[in-house]
């Protein structure tokens, strides 16, 4: 069956460090991958797209990889702060998905402490 | 910049009522798509628009429909309500991409919206 998988349990970092979120799906074949921010009772908040041919993204304090063939991204957030403190969903999309529509994965709950 | 608006930003309904959800897209944003996220859940895809034509269905209830307009603004209607439909209902919306029409993969960012609470009591 079809599968996202985030770490299910919050990650705890202190400020300053890097925090490394990891997306894992199964049976699928994404054209892209998404990653958003979503804070409690808010609408998820788009950060970074990357696409099946294209390895690495980066924007500012973010990178993230996508490694087609262990069918994983992996998103970073160096230099952290306790306003990075946040849920965050991968998302995948393209034809294997279903057209247009994003498949989130559970969402990984970031705390990061001063 | 501009941002994904909807409204109401809260709702609450009996069961058996029905229930209008407003969503206007970033302006020259073509596509509309709807997501429902339960308490503690991920956003479920329900339906989306590209040109005013319904370009994919995902998980939505028969008691649910939905349409988008000449001005690409687009209303999710629900009927019937049930206690289980109570939630939080997104709307997004991004810049073309429907794989059938143009043939080809559409990489589209999705931008959300502020997200309408129903409450159905």
């Known amino acids: 069956s079809q599968k996202i998988e985030q770490n299910s349990e919050a990650l705890n970092i202190q400020e300053g460090k890097t925090a490394t979120l990891t997306c894992n799906y199964t049976n699928y074949s994404p054209a892209y991958l998404q990653w958003y921010r979503q804070d409690p009772g808010r609408g998820p908040v788009f950060l970074l797209l990357?696409?099946?041919?294209?390895k690495e993204k980066r924007k500012e304090r973010l990178k993230v990889t996508f490694d087609t063939t262990l069918k994983q991204s992996l998103f970073h957030i160096t230099a952290s702060q306790p306003a990075d403190s946040a849920t965050y969903l991968c998302a995948l999309g393209g034809e294997n998905t279903g057209f247009q529509k994003l498949v989130f994965g559970t969402g990984t709950r970031l705390l990061v402490s001063p | 910049a501009a941002g994904v608006i909807q409204s109401p930003r809260h709702l609450i309904k009996e069961k058996r009522e029905t229930a209008t959800l407003k969503c206007y897209p970033i302006?020259?944003?073509?596509?509309v798509y709807w997501y429902q996220q339960g308490p503690g859940q991920d956003p479920q895809f329900l339906i989306s628009f590209y040109e005013k034509m319904q370009s994919d269905k995902g998980s939505i209830p028969d008691r649910f429909s939905a349409q988008q307009f000449s001005d690409y603004h687009s209303e999710l209607n629900m009927s019937s309500l049930e206690l289980g439909d109570s939630a939080l209902y997104f709307c997004?919306?991004?810049?073309?991409?429907?794989?059938?029409?143009?043939?080809?993969?559409?990489?589209?960012?999705?931008?959300f919206g502020p997200g309408t609470r129903l409450t159905v009591l």
């Open positions: 990357i696409r099946e041919n294209e």
């Open positions: 302006p020259r944003h073509d596509t």
């Open positions: 997004a919306s991004s810049l073309g991409g429907d794989y059938s029409i143009s043939g080809g993969r559409g990489y589209n960012e999705q931008f």
